[in-house]
């Protein structure tokens, strides 16, 4: 199959665990982009935490942001699409967090908010958002611009029991309507809209391109990668994912310590 199109995760995927694009997976990026082939970033990180590496890897598609809530003009900066959580699910999902006294992290117009300004809102704010989170305003405030997305932070254990209880419907006493609910890292429960995935926003950037889905690989190591995984022609799993993640793969590659990008495309794109 002719690939023409890769979509690539960031974190646990593209990324080695100390947040740098290695020299190999930099070199195998440059040799099939000079080859026509259209790459793009399809991330959890709002456009903020992105930015950065889409610039320095010197890609000018749009880029997917949020597990597909935004879709950004890599360019302009311009929002070219954007779903938000409903008010009634965000102030739901805010109010449980509370509840459960967990770190809270707000996405709103890519700009970062935290509940409360603690330890674990420095760390996510400083390796992943790539900018100082504020306090949490009203959230009446924010609908007007809208709320992407909302992150649990929390101890691994206690992340994992509250997803298994989103998934069985009982984590709230009323579960918030049209709410995707998924772990993106062991710490994080991630909450954004169910009509949007990183699925469907690849079918969009690829659409504008004119490339079928048969002809698109899809590359990431998380729960919030499989839509996009399975809708891809081919979908590429690290070798660093869980084997629950594993088990979807159409390919699994090396791990993100050792270029499992870089790995996958030469095996892919000749």
Same mark, same amino acid.
């Given at each position: 199959?002719?690939?023409?199109?890769?979509?690539?995760?960031?974190?646990?995927?593209?990324?080695?665990?100390?947040?740098?694009?290695?020299?190999?997976?930099?070199?195998?990026?440059?040799?099939?982009?000079?080859?026509?082939?259209?790459?793009?970033?399809?991330?959890?990180?709002?456009?903020?935490?992105?930015?950065?590496?889409?610039?320095?890897?010197?890609?000018?598609?749009?880029?997917?942001?949020?597990?597909?809530?935004?879709?950004?003009?890599?360019?302009?900066?311009?929002?070219?699409?954007?779903?938000?959580?409903?008010?009634?699910?965000?102030?739901?999902?805010?109010?449980?967090?509370?509840?459960?006294?967990?770190?809270?992290?707000?996405?709103?117009?890519?700009?970062?908010?935290?509940? /409360?300004?603690? %330890?674990? #809102?420095? !760390?996510? +704010?400083?390796?992943?958002? =790539?900018?100082?989170?504020? *306090?949490? /305003?009203?959230? %009446?405030? #924010?609908? !007007?611009? +809208?709320?992407?997305?909302? =992150?649990?932070?929390?101890? *691994?254990?206690?992340?994992?029991?509250?997803?298994?209880?989103?998934?069985?419907?009982?984590?709230?006493?009323?579960?918030?309507?049209?709410?995707?609910?998924?772990?993106?890292?062991?710490?994080?429960?991630?909450?954004?809209?169910?009509?949007?995935?990183?699925?469907?926003?690849?079918?969009?950037?690829?659409?504008?391109?004119?490339?079928?889905?048969?002809?698109?690989?899809?590359?990431?190591?998380?729960?919030?990668?499989?839509?996009?995984?399975?809708?891809?022609?081919?979908?590429?799993?690290?070798?660093?994912?869980?084997?629950?993640?594993?088990?979807?793969?159409?390919?699994?590659?090396?791990?993100?310590?050792?270029?499992?990008?870089?790995?996958?495309?030469?095996?892919?794109?000749?």
């Amino acid at each position: 199959m002719p690939y023409r199109m890769v979509a690539i995760d960031l974190d646990g995927t593209l990324l080695t665990d100390d947040k740098r694009v290695s020299e190999g997976n930099l070199a195998e990026l440059r040799r099939v982009i000079a080859q026509g082939v259209h790459v793009i970033i399809s991330t959890g990180r709002a456009w903020p935490g992105a930015k950065p590496f889409v610039r320095m890897l010197g890609l000018t598609l749009p880029v997917i942001t949020s597990n597909g809530a935004m879709i950004v003009d890599s360019g302009s900066e311009d929002i070219l699409f954007k779903k938000d959580l409903s008010p009634e699910a965000a102030k739901i999902i805010l109010e449980g967090g509370r509840a459960r006294m967990t770190s809270q992290i707000i996405w709103s117009a890519n700009r970062l908010y935290g509940l /409360p300004l603690d %330890e674990r #809102l420095a !760390d996510y +704010g400083k390796r992943f958002g =790539l900018m100082e989170p504020k *306090p949490m /305003p009203p959230i %009446e405030t #924010l609908f !007007d611009v +809208g709320v992407s997305k909302i =992150l649990w932070y929390d101890d *691994p254990e206690h992340i994992a029991a509250w997803v298994s209880e989103a998934q069985k419907g009982i984590l709230f006493d009323k579960m918030p309507e049209n709410v995707t609910i998924c772990k993106s890292l062991p710490v994080y429960a991630e909450f954004f809209r169910g009509d949007v995935s990183k699925a469907k926003a690849l079918e969009a950037v690829a659409s504008m391109y004119g490339v079928p889905m048969e002809e698109t690989i899809a590359i990431g190591d998380a729960d919030n990668d499989l839509p996009m995984l399975k809708a891809a022609g081919m979908g590429v799993v690290m070798g660093n994912a869980d084997e629950s993640v594993k088990a979807m793969a159409d390919f699994v590659t090396k791990d993100n310590e050792h270029d499992g990008v870089a790995y996958a495309l030469s095996r892919l794109i000749s």
